[in-house]
């Protein structure tokens, strides 16, 4: 699902107005990226749990040339999926 999809599902579920949707859309992930940014966990009851997680540096190869390069240290978003999310996907 894309944004408008999104967006268009949350006015139709909730009567509000696809302007007061995109607003309501926009401001939740506003709010989740704040947190994660952060450093911080996003609960969602029923769905799952967004947090960081932190990937060490270490050395990769071009496979191209076969040359040795140095991957910086990084972050990123990990999520793990609630049982109530898991059981609804493998009924």
């Known amino acids: 699902m894309k944004k408008v999809e999104i ?6 579920k909730t009567g509000l107005t696809k302007a007061d949707a995109t607003r309501a859309y926009d401001a939740i992930f506003e709010i989740f990226s704040d947190e994660l940014v952060r450093g911080g966990k996003v609960s969602v009851a029923g769905f799952g749990t967004f947090s960081v997680g932190e990937r060490a540096a270490r050395e990769g190869r071009n496979p191209q040339t076969g040359e040795t390069l140095k991957i910086a240290a990084s972050k990123s978003v990990k999520f793990k999926a609630s049982s109530a999310l898991k059981d609804a996907l493998n009924k």
């Open 7 to 12: 967006v268009e599902a949350i006015a139709e």
